[in-house]
């Protein structure tokens, strides 16, 4: 009796020992121990998702931490029920330390004679993973563990759970429940199964040992376990556990691959407007999420476009502006994104051949030529360009070198005429094509040269949908924007500017707006062909280059402007007998026939002001005869490329129907109806 009131003595001694060394340790860590609500979590990077204009998901940036974070309501009931089944049962009894859980897995590694068990709540591991670290001393598990009772006093359960499935790793390099959803199953974690929820919940335990494309037997018991321990804890019933059972892993080897991405130029022209703009820490680790332009509708149509209309070899690219606003819609390429990194929609100079005439064009409406009563003669050229030029003479040929007699501008833009542009531009003076594009959106540095008018000076189909997006918007200019707004994770919202600028007046844009209209239209048109294509309102421009290196269609109606160009990527290669219209005014057509079908597209707006005509003094328009009415259809011959030879690389005009101009040309309007 006296020896066994002697060993319990010892032992409450021994009890108050441990107890007070316990809460002297604690105490002593604990000592100068900040608020939690004081404290910063530690940096960690998030993922930077990009979405359409409809909110539709398209790519997500990130760099050495794949992580997405999500709100509560984002995560099922079933993965966080699976979570807590598997990792912390006692999580809605406990007060962020479980003194029982902790009492148990000390008991179950007495008798095991090892650690078999941790007893770390999901409070505890959120702390660790955001607070202060996996150092393994008891120091740090001491303070893990205050700080853990210090969160529960101000998060609720909710709010401790979604964020520990925020940082979490799940393995495969994905930090957090929505990164890991949709590397293994390629879907956010919103719409997770039951035994694709047991399986996420399964990894963490072991997320660098064992993966479910290496071991998928390991994973599958560790599923499964979670499945019974669901079971038991009554989140499911014991036949949905078996069901979920029986089901296989069906996991994806890989993450989504960005490169198939089907705005993958897209994704880049923005990645690199947002590094820009925020450096590239917060554009691949700041969580940022991105709403973009791009129209994913408009996007999927334009590469069927492309696709389908393209013959094999050459490539092409589209890019679609909205005219209102300069936001990019589209911009796609027929290249495959992951061999062939550089972007043919926005960095890749090529000649634009006759679509640059309307700038020359809108330059004569500028300072009073009436297009329909502007005559030139329609001959070969051959120019004295002055000294110093080389080489010094110009020489600019219509069809078959031959004369295509007297026309005014309405004619020979429909006819794409060489000469009679490369006139004008002399009477204008190159630089005033050059003040003109640049004000309607072309950025390229460009040399006022003569064979600026035919396109000798190199662009990209960017700029070019950029410059028509204006005709197209009464000569109001946007620039191109991609980026409509950033929403950080601290809930700051930055939205795009949008402030356009009138570059020409509404009623210069209007006059040839309805010229280009009437060239997709009228037989004689070089883009008279739309209408087997596209029957809704346009109005455009066809171009192709010299050796048919280049071909391209710009055109607009009043709600989008588009460019299309078609052409080797590898350099100038010629297409033998290509023109713009043979490929890129098709892809276009079909394109905005897709977009548009019989949609009704309202006409150009008539401006309350017309330009004020006043006699053409051109040098070049006096020298030829009196204006006579053009060559009659019996007497014109049928319109073929022409060649231009130029100090610059030379351009070819557009290919002509056969059907020849009108005896008159139809005037441009002067009065408001």
């Not at 020992?17 to 609500?37: C, E, F, K, M, Q």
């Not at 490169?259 to 880049?268: E, I, L, S």
């Not at 043979?582 to 707006?605: E, Q, R």
Request: net charge positive.
């Amino acid at each position: 009796m006296h020896w066994g009131r002697l060993i319990f003595c010892i032992l409450v001694f021994a009890v108050i020992a441990v107890v007070g060394l316990a809460s002297g340790t604690i105490v002593a860590v604990s000592h100068n121990l900040p608020n939690i609500d004081a404290m910063r979590p530690a940096q960690l990077g998030q993922n930077t998702v990009i979405y359409d204009r409809s909110g539709r998901r398209i790519a997500e940036l990130y760099g050495a931490v794949n992580r997405v974070v999500v709100k509560s309501n984002q995560i099922p009931a079933v993965m966080k029920n699976a979570t807590v089944a598997i990792e912390d049962k006692r999580f809605y009894q406990h007060h962020g330390v479980d003194f029982t859980g902790i009492a148990r897995a000390f008991v179950d590694d007495i008798k095991a004679g090892h650690v078999v068990q941790g007893a770390s709540t999901i409070t505890e591991q959120y702390v660790k993973n955001a607070y202060i670290g996996a150092d393994p001393t008891l120091t740090r598990k001491l303070r893990e563990a205050v700080l853990a009772w210090e969160l529960e006093d101000r998060w609720s359960k909710d709010k401790i759970l979604t964020e520990y499935l925020n940082t979490v790793y799940y393995g495969a390099g994905s930090y957090g429940v929505e990164a890991a959803s949709m590397t293994y199953f390629h879907k956010p974690v919103s719409r997770v199964t039951l035994p694709q929820a047991a399986l996420l919940a399964a990894l963490p335990k072991f997320p660098s040992e064992y993966s479910p494309i290496t071991d998928p037997q390991v994973i599958t018991l560790r599923r499964d376990l979670v499945l019974d321990d669901m079971a038991q804890q009554g989140y499911i019933t014991p036949a949905q556990d078996a069901a979920a059972k029986k089901t296989k892993l069906r996991v994806f080897a890989r993450p989504i691959s960005p490169t198939k991405n089907p705005a993958a130029y897209f994704v880049d022209y923005v990645t690199r407007k947002l590094v820009d703009r925020y450096g590239a820490r917060e554009t691949f680790e700041g969580g940022l999420r991105v709403y973009t332009s791009i129209d994913m509708r408009m996007q999927l149509a334009a590469i069927s476009a492309l696709k389908g209309r393209l013959p094999a070899g050459p490539a092409g690219a589209l890019v679609a502006i909205d005219p209102a606003n300069g936001f990019i819609r589209v911009m796609t390429a027929s290249t495959d994104f992951k061999t062939y990194k550089y972007s043919l929609a926005w960095q890749a100079p090529r000649q634009p051949g006759s679509t640059m005439k309307p700038f020359a064009l809108i330059a004569a409406v500028e300072q009073g030529a009436n297009p329909a009563s502007t005559f030139y003669n329609s001959h070969p050229l051959h120019i004295y360009l002055g000294p110093g030029a080389n080489p010094p003479y110009w020489d600019v040929f219509t069809a078959e070198k031959s004369s295509g007699g007297r026309m005014n501008l309405v004619s020979a833009t429909l006819q794409s005429d060489n000469t009679v542009f490369g006139q004008l531009c002399l009477d204008l003076g190159p630089a005033a094509i050059v003040r003109v594009a640049h004000q309607m959106g072309i950025t390229t540095k460009l040399d006022p040269v003569p064979s600026i008018v035919l396109g000798s000076e190199e662009v990209n189909v960017l700029e070019m949908a950029d410059a028509y997006a204006t005709m197209a918007n009464e000569g109001v200019h946007h620039a191109p924007q991609a980026i409509e707004r950033v929403l950080f994770p601290n809930g700051r919202v930055t939205k795009t500017k949008v402030k356009g600028n009138r570059v020409i007046s509404a009623g210069v844009a209007y006059t040839v707006d309805k010229i280009l209209e009437q060239n997709t239209s009228y037989a004689g048109g070089t883009a008279a062909s739309m209408p087997n294509y596209y029957t809704g309102r346009s109005a455009g421009k066809t171009g192709t280059t010299s050796n048919y290196v280049d071909a391209w269609f710009c055109g607009f109606n009043p709600r989008l402007a588009t460019a299309v160009w078609m052409g080797y990527p590898q350099g100038s290669i010629p297409m033998p007998g290509v023109f713009g219209a043979t490929y890129s005014l098709p892809i276009w057509g079909t394109f905005y026939n897709s977009v548009f079908g019989s949609t009704y597209i309202p006409d150009f707006a008539v401006p309350a002001i017309m330009p004020l005509w006043k006699p053409w003094e051109g040098k070049y328009s006096k020298m030829a005869p009196s204006p006579s009415p053009s060559p009659s259809p019996s007497k014109s011959a049928t319109p073929k490329p022409g060649k231009t030879i130029t100090a610059k690389p030379s351009t070819k005009p557009t290919t002509k129907p056969s059907t020849p101009p009108p005896t008159t040309p139809p005037p441009t309007p002067t009065t408001k109806p």
